[in-house]
C-alpha cells in the first residue's frame, strides 16, 4: 500500500523556519516532520511513499538523495575521493518525490500524482505538518469494510486556552485545555480509492472543498474517530511544543 504525502505548501505562518525549507522539513528532534510522519505510517507496514512537492522541493529531494550523510557518521577521504558511510541505519522506503507544482491546489497536487498509484488499491493520504498516534492499520481495515470511495480521520483537538464554567457571572470552574468538548475537525489520515480523485475538475482545487464536498453528498465519505493524540505544526510555538514533547522522551507519535 502507498501513501501520499502533501509537502508543497508554503507555511507563511512559520515564516522564521519556511523562509527556508519547505514546512514539512522543519525539524523535531533533529528530523524533519516529513520524517516523523513516514516513521508513523512504517510501524503499520507502509512503506512506499509518494511526496508532493512544491515550495522548495529542491530541500526534500537533496535530504533524501543524501540521506546517509544526513542520518550517519562519514568519513570523506579526499586524495582517494572515496567516502565511507559508518554504521548507517537504512529505512525500508521507497521515495516518490513529485514535482507538482508552486501554487497547485491540495486536490490538484493529489490528481497529478495518481498516475504513481496503483488503480486498484486503496492508498493513505496525509498533510504534511501533522503527527499522531493514530492507529493506521484499523483505520485500513474500518476502510475496506464500510466500502466507499473515502475515509477520513476525525479529531478532537486539545483547546489551545483553558475553559471556563459559569453560573451568570460567577465563576464556578476552570478547565485548564480541555480536550474533547468542541466538534470533531478533518485530521488527515485518510484512506481513498483512487476513483475519489475523479472529484478533482481542476488544479486549484483544494481537496477539502469542492471534493470533499461531493463525497459527501455522494455518501462516500466516512469519518475514523481517533481519540488519541493529534497535532499539527502551524507556528512556531507548535513546532516548540512538539520539541519540548520529544526532548522530554514522551513524544506520543513516537511508536517505533
Not at 2 to 11: D, E, P, R, T
Not at 17 to 36: A, C, D, F, Q
Not at 138 to 154: N, P, Y
Amino acid at each position: 500500500m502507498k501513501a501520499v504525502i502533501l509537502a508543497g505548501g508554503l507555511g507563511t505562518r512559520l515564516a522564521e523556519e519556511t523562509s527556508v525549507r519547505p514546512k514539512p522539513m522543519v525539524e523535531i528532534g533533529g528530523r524533519p516532520i516529513l520524517w516523523h510522519i513516514m516513521k508513523m505510517y512504517s510501524q503499520h507496514g507502509i512503506h512506499d511513499f509518494i511526496i508532493c512537492c512544491g515550495y522548495k522541493g529542491y530541500v526534500i529531494k537533496e535530504y533524501f538523495a543524501n540521506y546517509y550523510l544526513h542520518t550517519s557518521d562519514v568519513t570523506f577521504d579526499l586524495p582517494q575521493n572515496k567516502t565511507t558511510v559508518h554504521a548507517s541505519v537504512a529505512e525500508p522506503w521507497t521515495v516518490t518525490l513529485v514535482d507538482t507544482g508552486d501554487d497547485t491546489g491540495t486536490g490538484g497536487r493529489l490528481k497529478r500524482i495518481r498516475k504513481y498509484l496503483n488503480p486498484d488499491e486503496p492508498f493513505c493520504m496525509t498533510y504534511g505538518d501533522g503527527v499522531s498516534n493514530v492507529d493506521i492499520t484499523a483505520e485500513i481495515v474500518f476502510h475496506r469494510q464500510h466500502g466507499k470511495l473515502a475515509t477520513l480521520t476525525s479529531v478532537q483537538p486539545v483547546a489551545r486556552f483553558g475553559a471556563l464554567q459559569l453560573n451568570g457571572t460567577q465563576v464556578t470552574g476552570f478547565h485548564e485545555k480541555p480536550s474533547g468538548e468542541g466538534g470533531w475537525i478533518n485530521g488527515g489520515f485518510f484512506v481513498l480509492e483512487p476513483s475519489a480523485l475523479d472529484t478533482v475538475t481542476d488544479d486549484a482545487q483544494m481537496f477539502e472543498r469542492e471534493p470533499i464536498e461531493t463525497l459527501v453528498s455522494q455518501g462516500d465519505l466516512h469519518t475514523y474517530q481517533h481519540h488519541g493524540f493529534w497535532y499539527a505544526v502551524d507556528t512556531l510555538r507548535d513546532k516548540q511544543h512538539l520539541e519540548e514533547l520529544w526532548q522530554s522522551g514522551k513524544a506520543p507519535w513516537k511508536t517505533w
